[in-house]
């Protein structure tokens, strides 16, 4: 079955080290994002990519930083610069401008990242 | 960023009753979503709104595309237990999959069996 695969689920770091969360998909999708959930909160956009070897900062990107070399992977590294990382993160895709249910976000399960 | 303005914020039902959630926005929007997502999941999407008046079912949930296009509604029917979760809207202003999507800020959720 195609999916998105995110990983680790859950990960505990330590104040001033980098993370990078691991976002893989095998829907052959051209677009992937990466979105912030914090409680009470809606979704907010990191960075997106269209296409591989580009990518767009989203709302929130300071802190952040990202890579699309496969069209398949898109990881998402949080940085030591981000002052609040602790959140659940969430990587999605979607399909290519023209296909049916173009502007339909497929999510993968998330990771939870937690700053000691 | 832009923002979609959902409602209710959280809801504590019985189970058997019915619930509405809705969404607002100053803008015109092309496609309305909505999504529910279980606790430590990600969302998934529950039905999706192309049209202005559209009216979409799937099973005991039932969507509408405002007229105005500036806001849409979830209904679900007859809600179980199962239901529990957060519901989002999100809306995208353009066609395709070159706008970016917008959401709320989430319904959570909570049925009393």
């Known amino acids: 079955d195609g999916g998105i695969t995110q990983s680790p689920k859950y990960l505990f770091r330590k104040e001033g080290q980098n993370v990078t969360l691991s976002c893989e998909q095998n829907?052959?999708?051209?677009?992937m994002y990466w979105y912030r959930q914090d409680p009470g909160q809606g979704l907010r956009l990191i960075y997106y990519?269209?296409?591989?070897?580009?990518?767009q900062k989203g709302d929130i990107a300071e802190g952040y930083s990202v890579s699309r070399e496969k069209k398949e992977s898109f990881p998402l590294t949080v940085t030591s610069a981000q002052k609040n990382p602790t959140a659940f993160y969430l990587c999605?895709?979607?399909?290519?401008?023209?296909?049916?249910?173009?502007?339909?976000?497929?999510f993968g399960a998330g990771s939870r990242l937690t700053v000691l | 960023g832009q923002q979609l303005n959902q409602s209710p914020q959280s809801m504590f039902i019985q189970e058997g009753e019915d619930v509405s959630m809705n969404c607002t926005s100053s803008?015109?929007?092309?496609?309305w979503l909505w999504y529910k997502q279980d606790p430590g999941e990600g969302p998934v999407l529950l039905i999706a709104?192309?049209?202005?008046?559209e009216l979409t079912s799937n099973g005991r949930l039932t969507a509408q595309f405002g007229i105005t296009r500036k806001d849409s509604f979830l209904n679900i029917s007859a809600s179980i237990p199962s239901d529990v979760g957060i519901y989002f809207c999100?809306?995208?202003?353009?066609?395709?999959?070159?706008?970016?999507?917008?959401f709320g800020q989430g319904t959570t959720l909570q049925v009393k069996p």
């Open positions: 999605a895709s979607r399909p290519g401008q023209g296909v049916s249910g173009a502007n339909v976000l497929t």
């Open positions: 829907l052959n999708h051209d677009a």
């Open positions: 990519s269209q296409i591989v070897n580009d990518f």
């Open positions: 803008s015109i929007f092309n496609t």
């Open positions: 709104l192309y049209k202005a008046g």
């Open positions: 999100a809306g995208q202003q353009t066609t395709g999959n070159t706008g970016k999507l917008i």
